[in-house]
């Protein structure tokens, strides 16, 4: 199976420092934020990684790529083990990196990998730390159940209308509504930024209408549209942290300092 990283977007809620900095890079402890999600897809043994980045986002290609000169320096000076820290994120996984030319949100970033898809793939956002068994335990269950999966968590019930709310039967997802109003939420549980999903998404994709209100392709609306043609499973875990302002991320380098862990 191969793995989906959407990092392509500016990053405009933690302006001005992403002006230069992919806010993927980001350090949360010792490495950069997107180090953690590569880091768990391959303890799940999936090794096929795409990354599907824009223009200003080199830096993220530069990080899995060698670098001649470091290597150089190192190993002359015998400092064999920054020289394994630095060559560890090239070494375990093979990387493709695509490029958004637009930024049309979601789907428009998801379906620019076509091509490269054969059969079932994870899309994940490259701006959030999971819990680091998600993955495998999504492995899990697919290979029991064989169906699409979304990944939920819960939320306090009057934060719900800033999310995509998840109405289910059971395990089964019926409907994703975008950013309800409390009152007309169908459950506390929301989408969290990480789905298996099979090829046969593509030809949603490819005719989905642009949303009017927000002006880009969203990918929860294309998932509506697979739930009608088969099942799609939710799958509940524990949240996330998001990495994607700067007090989150503040915060959750806190929590690597004070407790030298994200999750318990």
Not at 11 to 27: A, D, F, Y
Not at 173 to 200: F, R, W
Not at 233 to 240: I, W
């Amino acid at each position: 199976m191969k793995a989906v990283l959407v990092v392509a977007g500016f990053g405009t809620r933690m302006l001005p420092i992403t002006k230069s900095i992919p806010k993927e890079m980001l350090p949360v402890g010792d490495k950069p934020v997107i180090q953690y999600a590569v880091e768990s897809l391959v303890d799940a043994w999936i090794k096929d990684i795409i990354m599907i980045t824009s223009q200003q986002k080199k830096a993220l290609e530069d990080y899995f790529d060698k670098n001649y000169e470091l290597e150089d320096i190192l190993q002359k000076k015998w400092k064999t083990d920054l020289l394994a820290l630095i060559n560890k994120p090239k070494e375990m996984a093979n990387y493709t990196f695509v490029k958004q030319v637009q930024m049309l949100w979601t789907a428009h970033a998801v379906l620019q990998v076509e091509p490269r898809i054969d059969d079932y793939f994870m899309v994940i956002f490259g701006d959030a730390i999971y819990p680091p068994t998600l993955f495998t335990e999504m492995m899990a269950n697919f290979a029991k159940n064989k169906k699409p999966l979304i990944c939920v968590h819960e939320v306090p019930r009057e934060e719900v209308y800033r999310y995509g709310v998840v109405k289910l039967d059971g395990e089964k997802m019926l409907e994703i509504v975008e950013q309800p109003k409390v009152e007309d939420a169908p459950s506390n549980l929301v989408c969290n930024g990480v789905y298996l999903l099979p090829k046969s998404v593509f030809p949603i994709l490819r005719d989905l209408p642009i949303d009017e209100k927000r002006g880009e392709y969203l990918l929860p609306h294309a998932l509506n549209v697979l739930m009608k043609d088969m099942d799609v499973l939710a799958f509940k875990t524990e949240p996330f942290w998001d990495i994607g302002s700067v007090d989150l991320w503040m915060k959750a380098n806190a929590k690597i300092y004070q407790d030298g862990k994200l999750f318990e």
